[in-house]
């Protein structure tokens, strides 16, 4: 039995360690909000944070995409889903922002924009708007609402 944190709960399984992390998340606990796109790593829809703890006792966390993670590679760490984004039901940041600029359309993308913009929040020391909307180039939008999204990742640096 292998043990991670899931959003704000330790969760335990026993499912092969070479199991993707986005069937654990979608299939065994049921957390439909990080989406299925192309399951090859190219279209960034089933993004999620895994923090790692660190020797110096800090969480770094790194976006990945599930659809190519084992779970094997989350044993032990923390797993970040959209879910876990707004855990007290006020938007994040993040959040916030794409609906202030309307970097959402059919919102089949959005979560994955979410997670990884979330994710350049707490990785980047210095951040600054080119390298925001750097964070977000594996990210894939079908309804092509870039300069919205592109807009968000700005009011999110500028609220930073
Ligand atoms: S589903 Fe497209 S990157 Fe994972
Ligand atoms: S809002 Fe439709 S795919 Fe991005």
């Known amino acids: ?7 704000d709960r330790i969760v335990r399984t026993d499912l092969p360690s070479g199991t993707t992390l986005l069937d654990f ?12 796109g192309c399951r090859e790593g190219d279209c960034g829809a089933c993004t999620v944070l895994l923090g790692t703890l660190c020797k ?3 969480v770094r966390y790194q976006s990945v995409t599930s659809c190519i993670s084992p779970l094997g590679n989350a044993f032990g760490k923390h797993v970040v889903t959209i879910d876990g984004l707004a855990l007290d039901k006020t938007l994040s ?13 059919c919102g089949f993308c959005t979560p994955g924009f979410a997670v990884s913009l979330t994710g350049y929040c707490l990785s980047c020391p210095r951040p600054d708007e080119d390298s925001a909307i750097a964070s977000i180039d594996g990210n894939i939008c079908r ?16 609220a930073l």
Do not use: P
């Open 1 to 7: 039995m292998h043990e991670l944190v899931l959003n």
């Open 93 to 105: 940041v993040v959040q916030g922002a794409l609906v202030a600029e309307g970097g959402t359309q």
């Open 143 to 158: 309804c092509t609402g870039y300069k919205s999204i592109e807009r968000s990742a700005r009011r999110v640096v500028d």
């Open 56 to 58: 110096d006792g800090a």
């Open 25 to 36: 998340v979608r299939y065994e606990q049921h957390l439909k909000g990080t989406k299925i």
